[in-house]
């Protein structure tokens, strides 16, 4: 069966199973061991070479959701990034890296690669010719994120794939905020995809992972890495993830739809200064997400007029809630430059256009009238409380 050959929620429900042979229940098995044996066996099996029976079904799963031909799960999605990165890059390299990116990811790449001899460099934007402008002759990966973390920037897939292979370079992807239900570089020639799987795969805040998909060749290469850093991901965790993706076509659909109505809702809104959201007409990448992506996603972030103090804002909040992370089945908010991008300097925040006003928002599957009149009541709490001068 191909991975194209069926639709996501089915690729979802029925793709990388454990069949139980035994009792024949509806759900994968749970094998929990970490000692198998090594003699008169077809594999020796251990947690850390990525190989027992969960992690190697959910393995199959992600790779038919990518369209690529292999796949690997990780501890988490930065455990999943720094190997795949660390695999293809050694002394002497240089990587182009796209400027806005999530905050992880930025100080992994400044606070690592000059102690192992890699040089990088950050683009001014996220155009083709924005990374073209950066490749030098020991350039070996260009690595994106589309859309982008916080600030929903657009990348053109297609494009990055063949500057890349123009040049003979790797493109890597992070492709947490699209999800597989809503993009697949793979389809455009994107050789390395990653994914932060405590977000949209898991989709319920309780699950911490992370995934990569690329080629078998490629993925074979991660191995070797990987068993080296040890990322692993304890059975148990991969049989919730497991479980956990089977409505993640389902829900993600629902998250589209709760993004694009409160997107709408909150640029007609005085009270919102700016909003950041692919599928609004008048988002600078609007036509180009349409043309590479199958939903514009969960997620938005905007900025409240300056009158309004984001953190008492957070706190009226009765039904949003402020939280560290995203993508799961509640909504949530959170401020960058307290959580996810805290770790980049304040100058760095300013030239990816991070504002302390900026609020990131990660669309649940609430009903979207219950989600807007909390935004409402919140507002209109925080202005009572301005007292004139």
Request: hydrophobic share 40%.
């Amino acid at each position: 069966m191909s991975n194209t050959e069926k639709g996501i929620n089915t690729i979802c429900t029925h793709f990388g199973g454990v069949e139980d042979t035994k009792f024949k229940g509806a759900v994968s098995p749970l094998y929990m061991t970490t000692s198998y044996a090594f003699e008169d066996v077809d594999v020796k099996r251990y947690p850390r070479y990525f190989n027992t029976p969960n992690q190697e079904a959910l393995c199959k799963k992600i790779a038919a959701l990518e369209h690529s031909e292999a796949a690997l799960i990780f501890g988490s999605g930065m455990a999943a990034i720094s190997t795949a990165l660390m695999t293809f890059l050694q002394a002497g390299d240089h990587i182009v890296l796209q400027q806005t990116l999530y905050g992880g990811t930025y100080n992994f790449a400044v606070s690592q690669f000059e102690k192992f001899g890699i040089s990088y460099s950050f683009t001014t934007g996220w155009k083709v010719e924005d990374f073209e402008r950066e490749i030098q002759n020991n350039t070996k990966v260009i690595y994106i994120e589309t859309p982008s973390n916080p600030l929903l920037t657009v990348t053109d897939l297609k494009g990055i794939a063949d500057l890349a292979k123009k040049h003979g370079i790797l493109s890597m992807i992070d492709n947490t905020f699209a999800s597989p239900v809503n993009q697949n570089p793979a389809d455009f020639g994107i050789d390395v995809i990653c994914h932060s799987a405590t977000k949209y795969m898991g989709g319920h805040s309780d699950i911490c992972a992370g995934t990569v998909s690329s080629s078998q060749e490629n993925v074979d290469k991660i191995f070797s890495t990987a068993i080296c850093f040890g990322g692993s991901l304890s059975d148990y965790t991969v049989w919730l993830l497991e479980r956990s993706i089977k409505t993640m076509g389902l829900r993600v659909k629902a998250q589209n739809e709760n993004a694009m109505e409160m997107a709408n809702y909150l640029a007609a809104n005085n009270d919102v200064e700016k909003v950041f959201y692919p599928g609004l007409k008048s988002h600078p990448d609007h036509e180009l997400a349409k043309s590479q992506m199958n939903g514009f996603g969960g997620m938005l972030s905007f900025e409240l007029n300056p009158e309004i103090d984001v953190s008492e804002f957070f706190k009226q909040l009765k039904l949003i809630k402020p939280s560290m992370s995203l993508a799961g089945i509640e909504s949530t908010v959170l401020s960058p430059t307290k959580t996810s991008h805290a770790l980049m300097s304040p100058e760095d925040r300013e030239k990816q256009g991070i504002k302390d006003s900026l609020i990131r928002f990660s669309l649940g599957i609430e009903e979207i009238k219950d989600l807007i009149e909390d935004i409402e009541q919140a507002i209109v709490k925080v202005k009572s409380m301005t007292v004139p001068a």
